[in-house]
């Protein structure tokens, strides 16, 4: 079974700042990569697949990058609205496996 | 436009029994996986299981496998998940989603099942 691992578990930053999170599989998962935003209260939405694809309707600010086992989203000038729990998901054994990371909470300094 | 509209809130006692749905509307129902996602009150997201309506193919995560069942009838576009004997760990909020390559395109509103004596 593949585990994602997502750090910082909380991260405290400013708007404006740039964010940068990160995800580690415990073996490759070659570009199937997905990350989620999660805001309290609603269902995730995805943000980025394939690892570094942004999903219709994600402003450019996001941004994915990473392949194998190290992954990354980095927002690059933080709004309000970003403040969120994100989440990695991987899919390298599609059908049916996936799995998620443990999130990474976003939250304002 | 896609949509995914799951059943209302339960409230349950152990023991009992349950069966949530998830109906899909604004796309082929028969031409793409879906899937529940359980989030326990304060956790993250956990991978349950996936039905492919189309020839009812499903599989399930090894930790739900035997406890759930997920089904669909593609003749109302709607998927289910059932518990034969909910306990109190049951207690979370459920989703049902879209696959599309793999990935979650779209999620319901999400259903509360509340098991508690």
């Known amino acids: 079974e593949i585990v994602l691992t997502q750090s910082p578990a909380t991260l405290s930053l400013s708007p404006g700042e740039r964010a940068t999170l990160s995800c580690r599989a415990s073996?490759?998962?070659?570009?199937?990569l997905a990350w989620y935003q999660q805001k309290p209260g609603q269902a995730p939405r995805l943000l980025i697949y394939?690892?570094?694809n942004r999903a219709t309707g994600i402003p450019a600010r996001f941004s994915g990058s990473g392949s194998g086992t190290d992954f990354t989203l980095t927002i690059s000038s933080l709004e309000p609205e970003d403040f969120a729990v994100y989440y990695c998901q991987q899919r390298s054994n599609w059908p049916p496996v996936i799995t998620f990371g443990q999130g990474t909470r976003l939250e304002i300094k | 436009e896609v949509q995914l509209v799951q059943s209302g809130a339960e409230v349950k006692k152990p023991g009992e029994s349950l069966k949530i749905s998830c109906k899909g509307s604004g796309y082929s129902f028969t031409s793409y996986w879906i899937g529940w996602v359980r989030q326990m009150p304060g956790k993250g997201l956990e991978w349950m299981g996936i039905i492919y309506p189309g020839d009812s193919d499903t599989r399930y995560s090894p930790s739900f496998q035997g406890q759930v069942t997920i089904s669909a009838d593609k003749s109302i576009s709607t998927a289910y998940l059932q518990w034969s004997s909910l306990k109190a760990s049951d207690t979370a909020m459920y989703y049902c989603?879209?696959?599309?390559?793999?990935?979650?395109?779209?999620w319901g509103q999400g259903t509360l099942v509340t098991v508690s004596s």
């Open positions: 989603v879209r696959y599309s390559a793999g990935w979650i395109d779209y």
């Open positions: 073996q490759s998962v070659s570009s199937y």
């Open positions: 394939d690892a570094s």
